[in-house]
């Protein structure tokens, strides 16, 4: 059986402070046409926030740009935050992007790695790249099915009299 396609939005934004809240609306609205909840939406916007937050501050300065891609999948989005204005290719990029170490003591991360451990503990799934600047992906699984059972078991609970 054939994968579905997802479907691609991308966005290449200033790297100045001003612009992560762009950012952040994005996500949300996105993440809110695919149905996550309102927590994992809170969620994606602070790890977003914290990604953008560190091109700004650490790649340029303010000066340069930001490239984000949003895959939407039925059962998924992966956020991309790259630190040079191109585009990149997501099969290769694929190839080379490994996991993100959130076992290191805190004070081993690189600077900003406070966010990085961060963006970890809110996202299902982090990998990074720092080949030619640092290229984030970001997963967050759709929970569909665990709301759906926890909707049903509270609605049906019956008040003690």
């Known amino acids: 059986m054939k994968q579905h396609e997802?479907?691609?939005?991308?966005?290449?934004v200033p790297?100045?402070?001003e612009y992560v809240g762009v950012v952040r609306l994005t996500v949300s609205g996105v993440a809110n046409r695919l149905g996550f909840t309102y927590d994992d939406i809170e969620d994606m916007k602070i790890?977003?926030?914290e990604a953008?937050?560190?091109v700004v501050n650490h790649a340029y300065q303010g000066k340069g740009m930001m490239n984000v891609s949003f895959y939407l999948y039925d059962n998924r989005i992966e956020i991309i935050i790259a630190d040079r204005g191109q585009s990149f290719d997501v099969k290769g990029l694929r190839e080379r992007l490994g996991p993100l170490d959130a076992s290191m003591p805190v004070g081993d991360l690189k600077?900003?790695?406070l966010g990085l451990f961060l963006i970890n503990t809110l996202m299902d799934k982090v990998e990074i790249n720092?080949?030619?600047?640092i290229v984030l992906m970001m997963t967050k699984y759709l929970q569909g099915d665990e709301?759906?059972?926890n909707v049903d078991g509270v609605s049906s609970a019956q008040p003690e009299q």
């Open 147 to 149: 709301v759906e059972l």
């Open 52 to 54: 953008c937050t560190n």
């Open 111 to 113: 600077e900003g790695g």
């Open 15 to 17: 790297a100045k402070p």
């Open 47 to 49: 790890a977003v926030a």
């Open 130 to 133: 720092d080949e030619s600047g």
């Open 6 to 12: 997802a479907d691609h939005i991308q966005m290449t």
